[in-house]
């Protein structure tokens, strides 16, 4: 059974960075589709970034291009979410999730992942 663990949240200024971790079981991370998604106080969850199983590209949304990185560490089977100039509208619990993605949308891993962690807080102050 596939299983995912985030951690490393926290309070962080704005400006300020943070790496979050997701750990995971039952899967490897090298070749499996692997989503972080985010969702603020009264708001939907939304996609953040992820990386394909199909093609191994990496997509993210435009809210966090060019401030958040992924990258994956195949001997922990750990993936990272790297969160630079975060700013207030960042705030959110964010959830890493795996699962076998959608083709019939795009990016087809912002899709169709059915595994989920249970999320870590990440408060940006100003």
């Known amino acids: 059974e596939a299983q995912v663990v985030e951690s490393g949240g926290g309070l962080v200024q704005a400006g300020g960075s943070l790496r979050l971790s997701c750990a995971a079981s039952g899967f490897n991370v090298a070749n499996s589709a692997i989503g972080w998604f985010r969702q603020a106080p009264g708001k939907e969850r939304e996609a953040v970034a992820c990386?394909?199983?199909?093609?191994?590209?990496?997509y993210f949304a435009r809210a966090v291009q060019g401030r958040f990185a992924i990258s994956r560490d195949y001997a922990k089977n750990t993936v990272y979410l790297q969160m630079n100039n975060l700013n207030p509208e960042d705030t959110a619990t964010y959830y890493c999730?795996?699962?076998?993605?959608?083709?019939?949308?795009?990016?087809?891993?912002?899709?169709?992942?059915?595994?989920w962690g249970r999320g870590t807080l990440v408060t940006v102050s100003s």
């Open positions: 999730a795996t699962g076998w993605e959608n083709g019939v949308y795009y990016p087809p891993c912002f899709y169709g992942m059915d595994s």
């Open positions: 990386i394909s199983r199909s093609n191994g590209r990496q």
